[in-house]
């Protein structure tokens, strides 16, 4: 691998790598896409009802938060994807745009171009959902989108039960109003997992102009000046340095960031003090970090044993207001067929869980390094439920949970609430929330796309203010989190990326 040159590096084989390096590839140039994990051979990513078993293996990064003030000074586990195919190997492959509003916002907030009526296209175009409206949904994309999975009959006395609570019923919450209760749309194909590694670069891993690099960690970008040359790789046979004209960062909301405070590009008086040698001043890397969170109804069932879901562990979900004032849904209450335990929570085997969810948190952390050193460990702070409308809206979700697991639907199973109790009453929730409080996995905002001071990403064309060569696109450049997933706007930002770097190069 020494000293090779390429026309475009791709750091991160994840849900936007994977489609970059596919569009770059069929465009007849020389691509070389690194991947700190390997392949995909686990054959627990194959079927996503086993995503719990991959979280702490070697797949995952396996990173915790810094202890979180507003959430009773624990450590919250963030999975991330260190295989090819990144997170979308490990999560639960729920296909969410979000609301139309959420775009609308980005272009108000200074990214011109990223309104929903111009996205909706680039969404249309990554999907395969035959069982869409062709008005809205696209049917003939790389990407499978399936709602017609084999279902868990829990789950169908779960939307039953969210109808009788006085949800309504949303046929396609992707349609740009996601409000109500639906069936998950979710990427998988003959009932197994199939995310962009599968649909993008797998079928044509074997192309001449195509180099897959496995097992080795990008540890910084090559800086001459204002320019960047290409990277830096510690792979088993040590350090190798890679060259290309653009370097394209998809490596992911806490990786993306890691690689340019490694290489100095950041907060200078922060990269200064920790001895990290400062090559491009820019303060707004690693900040704005935010994330979806998450507080569990878990119940036990008393007349019948909840069977064994065969494709995923969530089918149904909820978007809906916290309060009738919000303009959009600000929470996503998520339906699992097990108990999802947290740790230190004991219980039976079998149960199901309504889990309290917000999506649009006011909160907002930061990532930092700890040191100079390459082995020094990123600092995550998710400042989590560190503004206090994130605490009302995570209560009123959990209570909407519970509410729903007292409907009539659900009698025939014997639901018996676990946790939080019959002890604890709604007005006791605030605690528990703190006291549970977990990551919905769905960080974004560290090398935010915009105008303003604290943006480090071009809306127009992806580069790194102030830097030639370098491009970031993936779900770091987001400005704000949209009201749901994150897994289908980062694949929609990478589709958008790599029309601009086909252009921008032809």
Known sequence: MVEQNFDFI???????????????????HTV??????????????TKVFNLGKLWHSEQDWNYHTLPQAHANIRELHIPRGKVMGGSHALNATIWVRGAKQDYDTWAYLGCDGWSWDEVLPVFKAIENYPQGDPDTRGQNGLLDVRSDYDTNPLQDAMLEAGQQAGIALNEDYNSGNPEGIGRIQANVRDGNRFNTWHAYLKPVQDAENLTIITDAKVQRVIVDGNTVKGVEIKGEGGIDKLYAPETILCAGALNSPEILLRSGIGPAEELDALGVTVTHDLPGVGKNLHDHVLSPVIFETTKKEVPDSTVLPAEVHVFTKSTQDKAVPDTQPLYFSIPMYNEGMTGPEKGFTLMGGLVRPASRGELTLTGPDDDDPIALDLAALSVQADVDALVASVKQSREVGRQEALAEWGPVELYPGAEVSDDDLEDYVRETVITYHHQVGTCKMGTDAMAVVSPRDFRVTGLHGLRVADASVMPMIPSGNTNAPTIMIAERAAQVFVHDVN
Do not use: C, F, H
Not at 10 to 28: E, F, M, Q, T, Y
Not at 39 to 44: K, R, S, V
């Open 10 to 28: 791709v750091v991160g084989a994840g849900s936007s790598g994977n489609v970059i390096a596919r569009r770059l590839v069929d465009a007849g």
């Open 32 to 45: 070389a896409i690194i991947e700190a994990g390997s392949y995909d051979t686990n054959p627990d990513i």
